[in-house]
Nanobody, 127 residues
């Protein structure tokens, strides 16, 4: 069964850090780009960061630049999102998604281009 499973969410104080993990099973992770999205109830899902299949082509939404770092470990079939200096406005459900490298030409924001989605992990940042 092909799937993505996120972990690492939780409750943290403003200024704190969390590292989210996205573990892939059932497909060739090393030829899939990965993105992290987040969603707050009542708002549209927002692309936070993305990374190419080989670890390049990294992008971040402006609001997290300098605070979040995306990475991946292909032998471990896992992608990560290191989140530092967290702010209350970072509170959301975070999802990882993966798409074939063949879709690299599409914007990371294009949600309908992703082949696999995780179930989400909650991040809550208290002020």
């Amino acid at each position: 069964q092909s799937q993505l499973v996120e972990s690492g969410g939780g409750l943290v104080q403003s200024g704190g850090s969390l590292r989210l993990s996205c573990a892939a099973t059932g497909f060739s992770f090393n030829v899939y780009a990965v993105a992290w999205f987040r969603q707050v109830p009542g708002k549209e899902r927002e692309m936070v960061s993305c990374i190419g299949s080989a670890g390049g082509l990294i992008e971040y939404v402006d609001s997290v630049k300098g605070r979040f770092t995306i990475s991946r470990d292909n032998p471990k079939n896992t992608a990560y999102l290191q989140m530092n200096n967290l702010k209350p406005e970072d509170s959301a459900v975070y999802y990882c998604a993966a798409r074939s490298w063949r879709k690299t030409a599409y914007s990371c924001n294009a949600e309908d281009t992703y082949d696999y989605w995780g179930q989400g992990t909650q991040v809550a940042v208290s002020s």
